[in-house]
């Protein structure tokens, strides 16, 4: 079993930052990405950033430039720095765990689930 714990969502204003951390316990056999993905009650769940093991990073267009993800691997955490936060991006974010159990076998792992709300 494996257990994803978020923190650092909240409220923010338009304009400001948020960072949010996923740490990933339990029985992990090995990492293969963490990413954030995010998604509102009317639409689907969509990716926000991922990152591998091996450091490649790949953004969804709404948020380059403004969203930055990296990973403690040796902690198994993953960060999310969000800047330039826009009303839009009022969403529950979700961290996302690919664990490779087997060579040709992976595992999705997600949070709970963290609210970020941006509202002057």
């Known amino acids: 079993q494996v257990q994803l714990v978020e923190s650092g969502g909240g409220l923010v204003q338009p304009g400001g930052s948020l960072r949010l951390s996923c740490a990933a316990s339990?029985?992990?056999?090995?990492?293969?990405?963490m990413g954030w993905y995010r998604q509102t009650p009317e639409e689907q769940r969509e990716l926000v950033a991922v990152i591998t093991s091996g450091g490649r990073s790949n953004y969804a267009e709404s948020v380059t430039g403004r969203f930055t993800i990296s990973s403690d691997n040796a902690k198994n955490t993953v960060f999310l720095q969000m800047n330039s936060l826009k009303p839009a991006d009022t969403v529950v974010y979700y961290c996302?765990?690919?664990?490779?159990?087997?060579?040709?076998?992976?595992?999705?792992?997600w949070g709970q689930g963290t609210q970020v709300t941006v509202s002057s």
């Open positions: 996302n765990v690919v664990d490779r159990v087997a060579a040709t076998m992976i595992v999705d792992y």
């Open positions: 339990g029985s992990i056999f090995s990492i293969y990405a």
